[in-house]
């Protein structure tokens, strides 16, 4: 199945976004960290899991054309995955996100995490269904 959102968090991930953040002192204390650090975090999660899924559905013997629409679907979600990882660049850079902004982002994230896991889930059965194709006698 697929892990809970926040499950397999990137080792590291939040100690450097720390480590960035301290490059930033007037940050410090400001109402929105949480919500940008939750998305730094997940952005670089992304990254991670679509790099997995890519790899296994480019297996030996997989023709690209056929995972082709399953390749499109991990381009658009780097890309959303890209973008999130601009609002985090305006947060360092000094932005000062309202309400609106941080619910924006949070419906932006929580469609991306379920973007990733529908794709996920997709890729296994995918697998499953050849593997086991593969495994069945003539």
């Keep these: 199945g697929v892990a809970p959102a926040g ?4 080792p590291g991930a939040g100690a450097r976004f720390s480590q960035v953040m301290d490059n930033y ?10 919500a940008i650090h939750a998305i730094a975090t997940r952005t670089d999660e992304i990254s991670h ?3 997995d ?13 056929a995972a082709e629409p399953l ?8 890309a959303e995955s890209r973008a999130l990882e601009g609002y985090v660049n305006l947060y360092q850079g ?16 929580h469609d ?7 794709l996920a889930k997709t890729v296994e059965h995918s697998v499953g269904g050849l593997k086991s194709l593969l495994q069945t006698n003539v």
């Design 94 to 109: 000094g932005h000062v996100f309202d309400q609106a902004e941080l619910l924006t982002l949070q419906i932006r994230m």
């Design 7 to 10: 499950a397999g968090q990137v």
């Design 49 to 51: 899991v679509v790099m």
């Design 71 to 78: 390749l499109r679907r991990m381009d658009a979600i780097e």
């Design 25 to 34: 002192p007037d940050t410090a204390g400001r109402a929105d960290d949480q």
């Design 112 to 118: 991306l995490t379920r973007s990733i896991e529908l």
């Design 53 to 65: 899924l890519r790899s296994t559905v480019l297996e030996p013997g997989v023709r690209v054309d």
